[in-house]
């Protein structure tokens, strides 16, 4: 049950994530000054854009329900904030990593558990440990 549970979750992440939606333009179809746009923007001058983080660290919001507005990894530091703001530690794995909260107001739900990174990098998913049919599953993004 638990695998079904954390495959849908996946799923849903990678559809939310991939964008369902259909662009009107047309192939070839340039506005304005007629030359072919390569498909990327260039940062604006004063303004540019910082190199994407990589692996898990970084800034995550959560994209389903959860008491966690944010989780911010840094090596094996980690920060939610929200109303589940505390501090945690994290220890790399191969695949998964585990993940401990250390909060001063306990939430049975949310305290230790296994975190996996997207193989995309664009999503992480969390397993927290519960009873034994599972426990809760959050599904975060790159803030």
Do not use: F
């Not at 920060?79 to 994290?90: N, R």
């Amino acid at each position: 049950m638990r695998k079904i549970t954390a495959a849908m979750a996946l799923g849903l992440s990678v559809m939310l994530l991939s964008g369902c939606g259909k662009s009107d333009s047309k192939p070839g179809d340039s506005k304005g000054s007629g030359q072919q746009s390569s498909g990327r923007t260039q940062p604006e001058k004063g303004k540019e854009k910082a190199p994407e983080a990589t692996g898990v660290d970084g800034t995550w919001k959560p994209i389903n329900k959860s008491p966690i507005a944010t989780m911010t990894i840094s090596g094996n530091k980690v920060t939610t904030t929200g109303k589940l703001a505390c501090p945690g530690t994290l220890k790399p794995g191969k695949k998964k990593s585990a993940i401990a909260l250390d909060c001063t107001s306990k939430d049975p739900e949310r305290s230790r558990g296994t975190l996996e990174l997207a193989k995309d990098g664009s999503h992480i998913y969390i397993e927290w440990d519960g009873a034994a049919w599972g426990g809760m599953i959050d599904s975060l993004r790159r803030a």
